[in-house]
C-alpha cells in the first residue's frame, strides 16, 4: 500500500517515480497537462487504497484553485466527484447527490465525457445504497458507455464493478457475474488498491442473497485466497459476508473465526458499521449453536456501538436478534417485548430511508428544475419576444466564440446584414401591428435559411435589422446562400399581410478571414456593404466581389469620359 503522498511539485522527478502504477494509463498531450493527467490519475487511485488520505489530497488541491469555482475546469470537478463519492458514506447523502447532478449537468454542457462517466458512477452507487435499482442500473450504464477503453483500468474496473452491483441488486445475476469477471480481469494484477477484494466480497454477498450458496462460497474463497497471496488483512465488511457464506454452508467454526475480531474494541470503534452487522451475524451464529450466553453478550456489545455511532440499521437488526434470543431461552415474555420493539423499529427505520430517499430524489428533482429554469431565463434573455430570433447579445456571445475557432485554425465564415428596404412605409401605411407581423414572418423565413447550414445563427439586431451567421462556408457558397435568401424574401406571398405594399430586404455580406477576424471589423464590413446595397436601389446583395466589380466599372466609365485626370477618391470602402 502506498503511504501519504507528498506535497505536489511537478518539477520533482523523484516525485512521478511514485506514480509509476499510474504514468502508463494517462494519455494526455503537452508537459503540463501530462503533469495534471497524472496527479489527478494518482488522487483517483488513492480513493481504493485510503479514502481518508484521497479525501485530504483532493481537498488540498481544489484549495490551491482558490475560492472561484469558475476557475475548477473538468479537473476540480473530477476532484469534487471524488470528495462526493467519499462524503455519501457519511453524512446525508442528499448533498452529495445535489453536487454531483450540478457537475454532470456542466459536464454534459461542456463536453467533458471522462466527468460524465465518473458522476454517473457516484450517482449509480449513491442510489444502490438507498435502494432504489432502477435509477441505480440507469446511471451505473450510463458510466459504462460513455467510458473510454483508453482510461485506466482501474477506473474501468469501478464503473463495471458499479454496473455489476446494480444489475445485482435488479435480479440480473447472470449479466451481474459477467460484470464481476470483467472488473477483476482488469485489475488482477493490481496489488495495492482494494478494489479486487470490494468486487469479490460484492460478488459474494450477491450469490448469498439468492441462495447460491456454490457460487458464493467459491466468491469468498478467491477472496480469501487472494488476501493471503498477498499477505493483506481481511476488512470487517467482508469478514461479515464470508461468514455467513461459511454458516449457510455448515462451516460455523471458521464463520466464528472470521467474525471474533468484532469483539476488538479498538476495532470496531474505528469501523462501527461493519463492525456492528458482524456482531449480529455472532449472535446468530451462538444463538444456532445453543451458545445464548455468548450470543447475549455480543448482542449487548452490539447494541451499545449502534446506539453510540447511530446506526439505525444494525439497531433495528440487534432488536431482532434479541427477541430470537429470548425465543431460544423460552422466555416468550420477554420475546414478545423484543419483537414489538424490533417490530417499532424497523416502521422507523423503513420511514427514514423513505424519507432519506425522497430528499435525495426531492434535491435532484428541484436543482434539475433549477438548472433547466436558469437555461430557460438565459435563452428568454438571447431572444428576441417579436421574432423568437437570437438577439443581439446571443450574437455578441457566439461570434467571438466562433472567430476565435477560425483563429485556431477553423474553417471560414461568413455573416450577412440584412435590412428591410422601405420598413417605415408600411408603419406609417398600414400599421405598426402589421409591421410586427412582416418582421415576424422575416424571422420565420431567416429561421429556414439557418436550418440549412450546421450551427448557423439567424438573429435581430433591432428594428427592421437583421443578422445571419453562416460557419464553415467560403465566399462562393455565401454568396449563392445570400442570394437565395434575398430572392426569396422579394418572392415570399406578402399579400396576405401588406397587400399590394411590396417587401424586399438589402444584404451587406462580409467574410472571415479575409474581411476580418474580429467581430467589430466583420460587422462593420457588412454594414458599409449594407449602405452599397441600399444606396444601389436596394433588394440585392453586395459583398466584396459586387464592389470591386462596382469600382472597377465607374473607373472605367470616368476613364472614357472625362480622361485620367478627372479620377477622384473612391467613395466607398470594401
Not at 113 to 128: P, T, W
Not at 344 to 351: D, P, Q, R, Y
Not at 560 to 565: D, I, Q, R, S
Request: one cysteine or more; glycine letters at 6%; proline letters at 3%.
Amino acid at each position: 500500500m502506498f503511504g501519504p503522498l507528498p506535497e505536489w511539485n511537478p518539477t520533482d522527478s523523484s516525485q512521478f517515480a511514485l506514480l509509476a502504477p499510474v504514468r502508463e494509463q494517462v494519455a494526455v498531450v503537452g508537459t503540463d497537462q501530462d503533469a495534471v493527467g497524472i496527479r489527478l490519475a494518482s488522487v483517483e487511485r488513492r480513493f481504493w487504497i485510503d479514502r481518508d488520505d484521497a479525501l485530504k489530497l483532493a481537498q488540498d488541491w481544489l484549495a490551491e484553485f482558490g475560492e472561484a469555482e469558475a476557475e475548477y475546469g473538468a479537473t476540480g470537478r473530477r476532484l469534487q466527484v471524488l470528495i462526493a463519492a467519499v462524503s455519501i458514506h457519511r453524512a446525508d447523502p442528499s448533498q452529495s447527490a445535489i453536487d454531483v447532478q450540478q457537475i454532470l449537468a456542466w459536464a454534459q454542457q461542456h463536453g467533458e465525457i471522462a466527468l460524465q462517466s465518473r458522476c454517473h458512477d457516484v450517482l449509480g452507487s449513491l442510489f444502490e445504497m438507498v435502494g432504489d435499482p432502477v435509477a441505480a442500473l440507469e446511471h451505473a450504464v450510463a458510466a459504462n458507455d460513455l467510458l473510454s477503453e483508453s482510461e485506466a483500468p482501474l477506473m474501468r474496473a469501478a464503473a463495471r464493478k458499479c454496473l455489476a452491483d446494480a444489475l445485482g441488486s435488479a435480479g440480473s445475476l447472470d449479466e451481474a457475474r459477467r460484470r464481476y469477471d470483467d472488473a477483476l480481469r482488469l485489475v488482477i494484477d493490481d496489488p495495492d488498491t482494494n478494489i479486487r477484494y470490494i468486487i469479490l466480497n460484492n460478488l459474494a454477498f450477491t450469490e448469498h442473497l439468492a441462495h447460491n450458496n456454490d457460487e458464493a462460497l467459491e466468491a469468498v474463497e478467491r477472496l480469501v485466497g487472494l488476501s493471503q497471496l498477498s499477505d493483506r488483512e481481511i476488512g470487517m465488511s467482508a469478514r461479515d459476508t464470508i461468514a455467513r457464506v461459511y454458516m449457510a454452508a455448515g462451516r460455523l467454526d471458521e464463520a466464528e473465526t472470521m467474525l471474533l475480531p468484532a469483539l476488538d474494541s479498538v476495532f470496531s470503534d474505528a469501523h462501527p458499521d461493519s463492525s456492528a452487522a458482524a456482531l449480529v451475524a455472532l449472535s446468530e451464529l451462538y444463538r444456532e449453536q445453543g451458545r445464548l450466553g455468548k450470543a447475549q453478550t455480543v448482542i449487548d456489545r452490539c447494541r451499545d456501538l449502534a446506539h453510540r455511532n447511530g446506526l439505525n440499521r444494525r439497531t433495528t437488526e440487534v432488536a431482532r436478534e434479541q427477541a430470537e434470543v429470548h425465543a431460544a431461552n423460552s422466555d416468550y415474555r420477554a420475546a414478545f417485548e423484543a419483537f414489538r420493539d424490533f417490530h417499532e423499529k424497523f416502521e422507523a427505520l423503513g420511514a427514514s430511508e423513505n424519507e432519506a430517499r425522497g430528499r435525495i430524489l426531492e434535491a435532484m428533482f428541484q436543482t434539475a428544475e433549477s438548472r433547466r429554469e436558469s437555461e430557460r431565463y438565459r435563452e428568454l434573455a438571447e431572444r428576441d419576444p417579436l421574432t423568437g430570433l437570437h438577439n443581439r447579445r446571443f450574437v455578441d456571445e457566439h461570434l467571438g466564440s466562433a472567430l476565435m475557432s477560425l483563429r485556431e485554425g477553423g474553417l471560414p465564415l461568413a455573416i450577412a446584414m440584412i435590412d428591410l428596404d422601405h420598413f417605415k412605409r408600411i408603419n406609417d401605411t398600414l400599421s405598426h401591428e402589421v409591421g410586427d407581423e412582416v418582421l415576424r414572418a422575416l424571422g420565420r423565413i431567416l429561421i429556414d435559411a439557418a436550418k440549412a447550414v450546421p450551427d448557423a445563427i439567424a438573429a435581430r439586431l433591432g428594428g427592421e435589422e437583421f443578422l445571419l451567421i453562416l460557419p464553415a462556408t467560403d465566399a462562393d457558397t455565401a454568396h449563392a446562400n445570400f442570394e437565395g435568401l434575398c430572392r426569396t424574401i422579394a418572392d415570399f406571398d406578402w399579400a396576405p399581410i401588406t397587400h399590394t405594399l411590396p417587401v424586399t430586404a438589402s444584404i451587406g455580406v462580409a467574410l472571415a478571414p479575409d474581411d476580418g477576424s474580429q467581430s467589430s471589423d466583420l460587422l462593420r464590413a457588412a454594414d458599409v456593404r449594407l449602405y452599397v446595397a441600399k444606396r444601389d436601389g436596394r433588394n440585392r446583395v453586395v459583398h466584396s466581389a459586387i464592389i470591386a466589380r462596382s469600382v472597377a466599372e465607374s473607373a472605367e466609365r470616368n476613364l472614357v469620359t472625362v480622361g485620367p485626370l478627372a479620377a477622384g477618391p473612391m467613395e466607398i470602402v470594401a
